[in-house]
């Protein structure tokens, strides 16, 4: 069971990803392949065709993202 403080965590981190989704899609496949999915760098560039620089790269700027959103609160 999560605590109050882990559950508020989750409800945020899923309303930052909804968040994130209405503008960047991909950044949110890339969160839940990595984070959730388990997938490394390359599992991931390999399933979305793009490349391990890319997918790097997108990972940083969303977890940036997601963050800043996570901490306005």
């Known amino acids: ?32 392949m990595r984070y959730f999915g388990g997938m490394s760098l390359e599992e991931t560039a390999a399933a979305l065709n793009l490349s391990i620089a890319t997918i790097g790269h997108e990972t940083r700027l969303a977890r940036a993202w997601l963050h800043r959103e996570m901490n306005r609160a």
């Open 1 to 32: 069971f999560y605590s109050n403080e882990k559950a508020a965590e989750l409800v945020a981190l899923d309303d930052a990803l909804n968040s994130l989704a209405k503008f960047d899609e991909r950044k949110v496949r890339i969160i839940e």
